[in-house]
């Protein structure tokens, strides 16, 4: 016997994202962090063979980089691979803007895309250069980076954690959960300003937090016009990728 189901209601959505649940997913991206830190420093202790304290290991630049990149790549693998399990639900993937491109032209989204991104670089160049000159932003990283060997595969290595892996995990994260949670809250200014504020602050570094705030201002306008996660990731891959090769 056929049934009609043309009339049958269609069920309710879930309430996604959340605004608790992405802070959850934020507390949780730093618990990796720290555990990941934690492992790469026992990792470089147990391979020492000098006899050296934990902290003189720790201040070993040269002996914690590459634990510390290989530990950070792989605590982001497990919170990609957990956003995978719970982005694949209804059509939690589509709700955020994963599953399309910008509602706007091409020629319109790259314009858009470069005239935000040049303008964060812009506020980033007069702020390190004039308002904090002796202190470099994000310094304890760049040291970081260059006491890695430089090897053809730690640079790629790199590369992929800097140029690929984290601008796919901070747009899913800050822009596709926390930013869409906060403006079910608040005015679309007061969300993306609350994002990006959450965005620089898990960073860690005060010195860079109006830098790493600019530029999630930047990235929180771009994903509001274009309505595209897609379209962030590219452009936040592309952002760091020329970051890091020009540096």
């Given at each position: ?12 959505q ?53 634990p ?18 719970h ?35 812009a ?13 470099k ?6 040291k ?5 060997p430089?090897?053809g595969?730690?640079k ?12 796919l ?5 800050f822009?596709?959960f ?19 504020a959450?965005?620089a ?31 962030n990731?590219v452009?936040?891959m ?10």
């Amino acid at each position: 016997m056929m049934t009609d189901t043309a009339n049958e209601p269609t069920p309710p959505q879930d309430d996604f994202p959340t605004l608790w649940g992405s802070l959850g997913w934020v507390a949780l991206f730093l618990v990796l962090q720290i555990i990941a830190g934690v492992a790469a420093l026992g990792i470089a202790i147990g391979l020492d063979q000098s006899g050296r304290s934990a902290m003189e290991v720790a201040r070993d630049l040269g002996f914690v980089a590459m634990p510390t990149v290989l530990s950070l790549i792989a605590s982001s693998l497990v919170m990609l691979g957990l956003f995978w399990l719970h982005l694949g639900k209804e059509d939690r993937a589509a709700r955020i803007g994963l599953m399309r491109w910008s509602r706007l032209s091409p020629l319109h989204t790259i314009l858009l895309a470069v005239g935000l991104i040049a303008l964060g670089l812009a506020f980033n160049y007069l702020y390190a250069n004039y308002v904090i000159p002796d202190i470099k932003v994000q310094e304890s990283l760049r040291k970081m980076f260059a006491a890695l060997p430089a090897t053809g595969l730690n640079k790629a290595m790199l590369f992929i954690a800097v140029a690929g892996i984290a601008p796919l995990l901070e747009e899913l994260l800050f822009r596709g959960f926390v930013q869409n949670a906060l403006a079910e809250k608040l005015p679309i200014w007061g969300a993306i300003l609350g994002a990006s504020a959450i965005f620089a602050a898990v960073h860690m570094d005060y010195h860079a937090f109006p830098a790493l705030m600019a530029m999630g201002v930047v990235f929180g306008l771009l994903y509001h016009k274009t309505g595209s996660l897609r379209v962030n990731i590219v452009a936040h891959m592309i952002n760091n990728g020329a970051a890091l090769l020009l540096t």
